[in-house]
């Protein structure tokens, strides 16, 4: 039992947000596993985003707690939980499209390493990691260019570099192969595995129900604000619940 | 982009530093030393506001904190006129940053517009303290400076090199900023407050402290014209045709930029200077400068730094005609949408 507390990078337990009204999380509970890739799935409106905003900081939770690494981050602000390895891609890709892309790259705060608020963002060793990752992701040439010049695939893979220059620890991907076509999605899925070998956990929401299949270990079925079910992609298939959830099946 | 920028500008410094050597008529200098100074205020400006986006139009908060500073340290302490307050007009530069760190506390709760309003109030705000803490200002009354101990076709010139010196620093520490890792942060505040902090960027502090370094060049601003006109008044000190003149300038030259918000303090400053001594009996000065303003910014809206090298960006592309991959309809279609559907994105 302690071990699997241990083995947990995130543990959700029972939080709920209301706006107003409309309860956007109720009672949901979710473990992260050190090291998974874990999908996330359920319809529109079922509170995947809210959830990512709970961890993330951006939404305060009304009720429950959020751990990572085994300490509660429920109070803690955005910028907090980034410095402490928690990084985040936005459902709709959110770059700085007046900095040009290296300068994307540079935005994010270090968490390891030298320098300081003060120091030049072109010191060599940043430089070197920023160009780096970059051609990971396959856009090095366009590395002058404005950001907003970049086409909407492109920004999605900067958007994922910038991230990544800061060592986080848990990524949380917010559809990411929305609107992006099949090969982009494809290479977007090498990338992933080619960090997720690296050690790097990740959290996926995804429609794209092949995407998530292939890629994660792990799929958790949001619906009404609540996990109504979690396991191997097979057994969420086959959850009468899930099925339910999504009226009668679409999940082929 | 940079590069050229920071040449232009050491061209101008350089330019502006035997300008008197040349021109040394008093009235030209005189129109030179408020050219100069308007010059660090407006590389003030842009260092908060310019940076971050954050438009205030309540940049005479500092520059009113510095010349009542000024004006009282040389009044309580006995201080002869000459070169001893010019020393002073620093300290008056730092009483503004640390006026400005509950000022900023306060204001920076505020975003975009709501933030635009608030800096107004709190101009109007201390210029009403101003009026109405008597014992300490002098209310209406005013103070006066000592008078400085030189006169004669000299006088403007350690006021002229004062404002120069204080320019080469702003000029300096603008350059800094925008290539610290704190610069890119204020740009990257500019852009998309929410997502810079969820890129580890403390944007509170970022903007308290760019708020701070701007507010002391503002004191030293008001400071040096106090002393330079040897009168601190609540309604000159807290103006608010201050801070429309430098946002302007700033606009003018282009925001954000490093070179366009000192060209353009340059260039109206001494225009607007010109025609007041020329049309001002009549009014038509600030008519033909109104006039001439809307024509720039209707034709030049980025103002004239971004524009020029846009011009010269694209002539160079004409003629290697390399292609630029240009924004997509598909890309600014989710530009748009992002911007609608906000932080739930
Ligand atoms: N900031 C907000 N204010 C009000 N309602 C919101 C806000 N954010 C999300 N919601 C509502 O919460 C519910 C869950 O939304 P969301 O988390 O975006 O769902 P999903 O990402 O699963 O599609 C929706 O009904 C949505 O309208
Ligand atoms: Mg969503």
Redesign the pocket.
């Known amino acids: 039992m302690d071990k699997e507390i241990q083995n947990n990078v995130i543990e959700v337990s029972t939080i709920s947000k209301a706006?107003g009204g409309?309860r956007?999380l109720e009672n949901c509970s979710l473990n992260i596993q050190a090291g998974s890739i874990t999908g996330l799935i359920?319809p529109?409106?079922?509170?995947?985003?809210?959830l990512f905003n709970a961890i993330t900081g951006y939404e305060r939770i009304d009720s429950g707690d959020i751990r990572f690494q085994g300490k509660s981050i429920a109070q803690s602000k955005p910028e907090q939980i980034f410095k402490l390895g928690i990084g985040r891609t936005f459902q709709l890709t959110r770059i700085f499209p007046k900095l040009t892309v290296l300068e994307n790259m540079h935005v994010a705060v270090q968490r390891q390493g030298k320098g300081n608020m003060f120091s030049s963002w072109s010191a060599a060793h940043e430089r070197r990691k920023a160009l780096e990752l970059l051609d990971f992701v396959g856009i090095t040439k366009h590395k002058d260019l404005l950001a907003g010049n970049l086409s909407y695939g492109q920004r999605k893979l900067l958007e994922f570099a910038f991230i990544l220059i800061a060592d986080p620890k848990i990524i949380l991907l917010d559809e990411p192969a929305g609107g992006v076509n099949p090969t982009m999605i494809l290479y977007l899925a090498d990338r992933i595995r080619e960090l997720h070998q690296q050690g790097l956990t990740f959290l996926i929401?995804e429609h794209n129900m092949e995407f998530v299949m292939n890629l994660c270990q792990q799929v958790a079925v949001?619906h009404q604000g609540n996990i109504i079910a979690q396991g191997t992609g097979a057994e969420v298939r086959s959850n009468p619940a899930v099925l339910d959830a999504y009226l009668g099946g679409g999940l082929e | 982009m940079k590069k050229a920028e920071s040449i232009i500008l050491l061209i101008i410094l350089v330019f502006l530093a035997i300008f008197p050597l040349i021109f040394s008529n008093p009235s030209t200098t005189s129109v030179a030393f408020f050219a100069v100074i308007f010059a660090v205020a407006a590389a003030g400006w842009n260092i908060f506001s310019g940076y971050t986006g954050y438009v205030s139009l309540g940049y005479a908060v500092f520059s009113g904190v510095g010349a009542y500073s000024l004006a009282l340290i040389c009044q309580k302490w006995n201080i002869a006129g000459g070169y001893t307050p010019f020393a002073f007009v620093l300290v008056a530069g730092l009483i503004a940053a640390v006026f400005a760190l509950p000022v900023g506390w306060i204001i920076l709760r505020t975003r975009r517009h709501v933030f635009v309003v608030v800096t107004v109030a709190t101009l109007f705000i201390m210029q009403l303290l101003a009026y109405n803490l008597e014992g300490f200002t002098g209310g209406s009354a005013g103070i006066t400076l000592p008078l400085p101990s030189w006169t004669g076709d000299f006088f403007n010139m350690p006021f002229y090199y004062g404002a120069l010196i204080l320019l080469v620093v702003a000029v300096s520490v603008s350059w800094l900023i925008r290539h610290s890792k704190f610069g890119l942060g204020l740009l990257a505040i500019r852009e998309d407050e929410d997502r810079a902090r969820s890129l580890g960027i403390n944007t509170t502090m970022y903007k308290l402290i760019a708020l701070m370094i701007s507010a002391f060049f503002a004191g030293t601003v008001g400071a040096m014209i106090s002393y330079f006109t040897s009168t601190v008044f609540p309604a000159e000190a807290f103006d608010p045709l201050f801070d429309i003149a430098v946002a302007l300038m700033a606009f003018f030259g282009g925001v954000g930029t490093l070179a366009g918000p000192i060209i353009g303090a340059l260039l109206l400053e001494t225009l607007q200077q010109y025609m007041s001594l020329q049309f001002s009996t009549v009014g038509l000065d600030l008519i033909l400068f109104g006039g001439l303003l809307l024509v720039v910014i209707l034709l030049l809206p980025e103002g004239i730094v971004p524009s020029l090298f846009k011009l010269v960006s694209k002539m160079r592309a004409s003629h290697e005609s390399t292609p630029i991959p240009s924004s997509s309809a598909e890309s600014t279609d989710s530009e748009r949408l992002a911007v609608k559907e906000g932080k739930?994105g």
């Open positions: 706006f409309l956007a359920g529109n409106g079922s509170g995947k985003t809210t929401v949001m | 739930n």
